[in-house]
């Protein structure tokens, strides 16, 4: 049994109908084998608002929500494309929202999570849209603006970003200067974030110690869930078990 269960990126749409059944499989794996699931963002590919709520993600919410029924504690922190979440979509699916960044603790590591495209730092559109788009003050009045409104310009970013999926955008980098900073700042050694879609762990060591850097997977293919129990600290583990995909 893991403590902690760590996933992001899936990128949940409901004509992506493989993602949802790994994500279905999912719910099932983590009743028996988690605590908690920390979700850190991408979970959806577009949320124009909680009132895009419909058949599809009613059944996404209402199976997060007997996850969390079955015991295992539920955080979302949202992402770039999900940032609109919000306390509505939360109640429904039982889940507790995370601000970006969240410091936890586990075992003796204090940890840093965050969705990752803040330290995308050479991106610099990128970044004066995320500086938009987490604006309290924007999301407000964008959520005013009619549903269709909304829809139409987060499905026109979906088409665009579609268009390139095979090879992620050459500026979709961690500048690893900004992320250390950010994690002194912080006063951590270690960070998990998604974002990239690039799994991995890495130890960066500068004259000052060590920092360590987990990196989580998109649920394209296989998706390896970022595991954590006191007794094997940190490890990527496949949804392995007895059902089948
Ligand atoms: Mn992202």
């Not at 006063?187 to 990239?196: D, P, Y």
């Not at 060591?205 to 940190?234: A, I």
């Amino acid at each position: 049994m893991n403590d902690a269960v760590f996933i992001s990126d899936l990128h949940l749409h409901p004509e992506e109908t493989e993602i949802t059944e790994r994500f279905n499989h999912f719910i099932k794996w983590a009743a028996k084998n988690t605590l908690s699931v920390y979700i850190l963002g991408d979970f959806f590919h577009v949320w124009p608002g909680d009132d895009a709520l419909d058949a599809w993600s009613q059944s996404i919410a209402s199976q997060l929500s007997w996850l969390s029924d079955q015991g295992v504690k539920l955080y979302f922190m949202p992402g770039n494309r999900d940032f609109l979440v919000g306390k509505r979509f939360a109640k429904l699916a039982s889940l507790t929202l995370l601000n970006e960044p969240t410091i936890i603790t586990l075992g003796n590591t204090k940890l840093l999570l965050v969705h990752g495209d803040r330290y995308c730092t050479k991106d610099i559109s990128h970044q004066w849209l995320r500086r938009i788009t987490r604006n309290r003050l924007f999301t407000t009045l964008f959520l005013r603006f009619p549903y269709a409104l909304r829809s139409a310009i987060v499905n026109q970013v979906r088409r665009r970003s579609q268009m390139n999926r095979s090879k992620p955008p050459a500026n979709m980098v961690i500048i690893v200067a900004s992320m250390i900073k950010h994690m002194e700042q912080m006063g951590v050694e270690t960070v998990i974030h998604g974002h990239i879609h690039q799994p991995g762990i890495t130890k960066h060591t500068l004259k000052n110690g060590n920092y360590y850097q987990y990196v989580l997977s998109d649920w394209d293919d296989n998706p390896l869930l970022m595991c954590y129990n006191k007794s094997s600290g940190f490890y990527f583990d496949l949804m392995l078990g007895e059902l089948e995909w």
